[in-house]
């Protein structure tokens, strides 16, 4: 079992840059990608960006070049740099972490407004 708790998110205006973090315990060695999904309202979930053991990455066509994901040496954190925010980012961002099965952290707020 892992469990993931996610930090960052909030308002920001068109522009602007966020930072989220998500980090991982338990079961961490398991891990072999994490990553973030995001959801706006009665739309389903889709995949942002992720980054596998390895390090490859994988972006949403619509964040390449504003967004980043990194992580820390372990695979037991990761970030998500967003920068140049459109009102089109707002949305719950999720973290995940796929160990065997999607864990699934609490979801958070990120709006883009002005």
């Known amino acids: 079992q892992v469990q993931l708790v996610e930090s960052g998110g909030g308002s920001v205006q068109p522009g602007g840059s966020l930072r989220l973090s998500c980090a991982a315990s338990?079961?961490?060695?398991?891990?072999?990608?994490m990553g973030w999904y995001r959801q706006r309202p009665g739309e389903q979930r889709e995949l942002v960006a992720n980054?596998?053991?390895?390090?490859?990455?994988n972006y949403e066509d619509s964040v390449k070049g504003r967004f980043t994901i990194s992580r820390d040496n372990g695979l037991n954190t990761v970030f998500l740099q967003m920068n140049n925010l459109e009102p089109r980012d707002t949305a719950v961002y999720f973290c995940?972490?796929?160990?065997?099965?999607?864990?699934w952290g609490q979801g958070t707020q990120v709006t883009v407004s002005s």
């Open positions: 995940y972490a796929a160990a065997g099965h999607f864990n």
């Open positions: 338990g079961r961490t060695d398991s891990i072999n990608a």
């Open positions: 980054i596998f053991r390895s390090g490859n990455t």
